[in-house]
């Protein structure tokens, strides 16, 4: 239940941010909306995996759920876009622990032998919400005010109660020792008052690392359209953000050499082991076409075919419902067939490919919705279903037991990371786009409404209207067109995964077993 509230805020808000940004004057401002929340989501997720294991996971994800049920109600009270998207931040925040926590406790609460099983359980859970998220987000829009996105879980606005954290935050109150997994409810209680375990925690590590994603994905999400390519803010924030991780690759180096207490936040063994290198790449790679379809698509179905939020929702269910069936059918194959998941990666990675590739080729002089784009979202969709769950899946093959909540934490950081860095790739190629070709039919006035806000649009003449949506389409599949280089370098990062005998889940099985002999 927890997974579910925090992964469906990821996709609720992507066929109402039309809506939202509208109401709150910001259409220029749209990408920090997602960006802000997915930020923070992916910047904490090895930071809450490390605290767990030295403050207790039961604790770190009571917290997560208290914090993001907290700011959830404050989103859906905000009055202007810069206070939406601060409130945005803290929200990922708490679902970033959320995630994080869930996917390492399900695995630790499980023999090796049936990972895969549960991690497909888990990564469904994810696809379901993927799912649900545009079509609430569109039934939401087209029948009340946007704010019942953020009080969705609650049983009435004035009340402000959000059942559905509540419910999550007593069933694991109730049922998760604190001790878990350690099995002493003591440790939880010692380790809040001990100075060595306060010490153990890799501060520095934890700030160069999230300081370093957050001006990297400002720089890329300001640039061109806040602030010159070429200005100094945006310079600056990029050398800043080189620095910052470059630092953070040195410090968790030395750190691992040394014999303190202080623990790394991600150990230099993981660094240098090329399975976990290729896994982490293959992620980072994968995430961005993921996002950019989640999001770009519904938006580009209202503005430039002018569907309603739901019609938008109900229209990218082949990519949603094909993604969850790819990943169940991905848990079959490694599980029950003994197919090797490198195998499923390079099959998934071609779809991916593939999909994107033609939806990119999606003519821009046409304003009504080709029916050849529902296919291209099925091809898509088994692409993401088949990568997103198996690099998961592979994590236990590659790392001992010790190693395996972080190594999770960090392909799933490193995936959300690319996801993010794709969203505001997209908003900076699609806004500087309508900079340089709007120009040529529209006056500066007009420019600015419209990336005010897209409803503006309406405000234009006939001819207008149509030149307008031509080239938010043509943005649209340029956007795509982006993605598509990210596809083909994703399937090259397999190359670090090769071996001569692909591993199979049966050798976790077979280890563990000699392992206990």
Request: charged content about 10%.
């Amino acid at each position: 239940m927890s997974l579910l509230l925090s992964t469906l805020e990821t996709t609720i808000v992507s066929t109402s941010l039309v809506s939202i940004v509208d109401a709150l004057h910001g259409f220029d401002r749209s990408g920090w909306l997602v960006t802000s929340y997915m930020l923070t989501y992916t910047g904490f997720l090895i930071i809450y995996a490390k605290l767990s294991d030295i403050l207790g996971m039961k604790l770190m994800l009571l917290c997560a759920i208290t914090l993001f049920t907290i700011f959830s109600i404050a989103c859906g009270v905000s009055n202007s876009m810069v206070l939406l998207i601060i409130f945005r931040a803290f929200q990922g925040m708490g679902g970033s622990g959320i995630y994080s926590l869930s996917t390492v406790m399900v695995t630790m609460m499980v023999p090796p032998a049936k990972y895969a099983t549960y991690v497909t359980i888990t990564t469904s859970v994810f696809a379901i919400s993927s799912v649900l998220g545009p079509l609430l987000g569109g039934a939401i829009n087209d029948s009340t005010t946007w704010r019942w996105v953020f009080y969705l879980k609650s049983v009435a606005q004035h009340t402000m109660l959000d059942l559905g954290g509540a419910s999550a935050f007593a069933l694991v109150a109730f049922s998760i020792p604190f001790g878990f997994p350690y099995g002493k409810s003591a440790r939880f209680f010692r380790s809040m008052i001990e100075e060595r375990a306060w010490k153990r925690i890799d501060a520095l590590g934890a700030f160069l690392s999230l300081a370093g994603s957050i001006l990297l994905v400002f720089a890329l999400q300001e640039g061109g359209v806040a602030y010159a390519w070429g200005s100094g803010a945006v310079i600056a924030c990029f050398a800043l953000s080189s620095l910052l991780l470059a630092g953070f690759i040195i410090w968790e180096r030395q750190l691992s050499m040394r014999k303190t207490v202080c623990e790394p936040m991600f150990p230099w063994r993981l660094a240098v082991n090329r399975f976990v290198l290729g896994l982490l790449i293959n992620g980072f790679l994968t995430g961005f076409p993921f996002m950019a379809a989640i999001f770009n698509i519904p938006q580009r179905l209202q503005t430039v075919n002018s569907t309603s939020a739901i019609d938008a929702g109900i229209r990218l269910l082949p990519l949603l419902l094909l993604s969850p069936v790819a990943s169940a059918t991905s848990g079959l194959l490694i599980t029950k067939l003994k197919i090797p998941p490198l195998y499923i990666l390079i099959l998934g990675g071609s779809l991916q490919t593939i999909g994107v590739g033609l939806f990119s080729s999606l003519p821009s002089s046409d304003l009504q919705i080709p029916p050849a784009q529902y296919g291209y979202q099925v091809i898509m969709g088994l692409g993401f279903g088949f990568n997103l769950s198996t690099i998961l899946m592979m994590v236990p093959m590659v790392v001992d037991e010790k190693d395996m909540p972080v190594t999770m934490a960090a392909v799933t950081q490193i995936r959300v990371l690319g996801g993010t860095i794709g969203l505001a790739a997209c908003s900076a190629v699609l806004i500087n786009h309508i900079k340089e070709q709007a120009p040529t039919f529209l006056t500066s006035e007009q420019v600015a409404s419209i990336l005010l806000s897209s409803s503006n649009i309406a405000l234009l003449s006939p001819q207008e209207q149509t030149q307008t949506r031509m080239v938010f389409a043509a943005g649209y599949s340029q956007q795509m067109r982006v993605m598509l280089y990210f596809s083909v370098a994703a399937i090259f990062s397999l190359l670090l995964l090769i071996e001569w005998r692909p591993r199979r889940v049966v050798d976790i099985a077979k280890a563990e077993l000699s392992t206990s002999h």
